[in-house]
């Protein structure tokens, strides 16, 4: 087994570090764990190249990658400080900054109401609105049934509008 070129190495990480990180950073809610669990994705690429090999469609398999590192990240974080009892709670904004003082405050608040949606929903959400995925492949990529990321997406889509109805 080899280890896999740098020159492909690169090329995966221009085409898909940026939209991994967004979905990251959705999910663990802290920059500096996004930045772990981006690093160790690549680091595992670039050991074990056959990992790659069999993924019919490169971005699904890496945010199938992503999501289970930032997965096992929670529950060892959920094991290990009881007292960070909600993952999701720092503001964290996977929006361009913009100068629209408005915009400026409706994006706080959507990224508010993004850190409230349990994890599974979180990430359903995401896949569909930022990187336009269809539910079957938010379903491949999550490994979860396709009715369960139609479902994930509608009840975290109810709580977004209900937190949001105000704006």
Do not use: C
């Amino acid at each position: 087994m080899g280890k896999l070129m740098p020159a492909k190495l690169e090329r995966l990480y221009d085409d898909h570090a940026q939209a991994l990180f967004a979905f990251l950073l959705n999910l663990t809610r802290d920059e500096a764990d996004t930045r772990d669990v981006l690093q160790d994705i690549f680091v595992k690429l670039a050991r074990q190249p056959d990992l790659l090999a069999s993924a019919r469609d490169e971005r699904a398999f890496l945010l199938r990658l992503a999501h289970n590192a930032a997965i096992d990240l929670m529950r060892r974080r959920g094991t290990r400080d009881k007292h960070h009892e909600q993952f999701g709670v720092e503001q964290i904004s996977a929006f361009a900054p913009t100068n629209d003082p408005d915009e400026t405050s409706f994006r706080a608040e959507l990224s508010a109401a993004l850190g409230e949606l349990p994890a599974d929903q979180r990430a359903v959400v995401h896949l569909k609105l930022w990187e336009g995925l269809t539910f079957e492949q938010i379903a491949a990529a999550l490994e979860i049934p396709l009715n369960t990321a139609a479902s994930r997406f509608r009840y975290g889509l109810d709580k977004l509008r209900e937190r949001l109805r105000p704006l």
